[in-house]
């Protein structure tokens, strides 16, 4: 999954550009609560956020693009969706008009950033 974060007019957020969608994310999806992220051998492709308040309140994900089958002509190339990359891919394109492109294993925000109750999500 990418997400590409263009520089926008001054006044007019961000524009996020992506094709596929899930209908929603819901804490009652289908959870598997024993994968551990710092223990497992894969990055968790294909399982759902965990279900927490905020997971379940957020409404629908950003759509996926799917995964990336040819090369990409970026100004950056940020590794992962989290509170970290989001943030870069948005300060670098508001402030500096750069082309940042987010490369994320799962969904947008999966990991980390929605598991420690820090309420983010994208949606």
Known sequence: MSLVMEQPAADVPPKVKSTQAKESTQARDKYD?????????????????APTYWVDTAGAPPEDDGPITSDMDVDVAIIGSG???LSTAIHLAEMYGIKATVIEANRMSWGCSTRNGGQAQCA
Request: proline content about 15%; aromatic content about 16%.
């Open 33 to 49: 609560p024993k994968y551990d992220p710092l223990k497992d051998k894969s990055p968790g492709h294909g399982k759902e956020y």
């Open 83 to 85: 509170y970290t990359g």
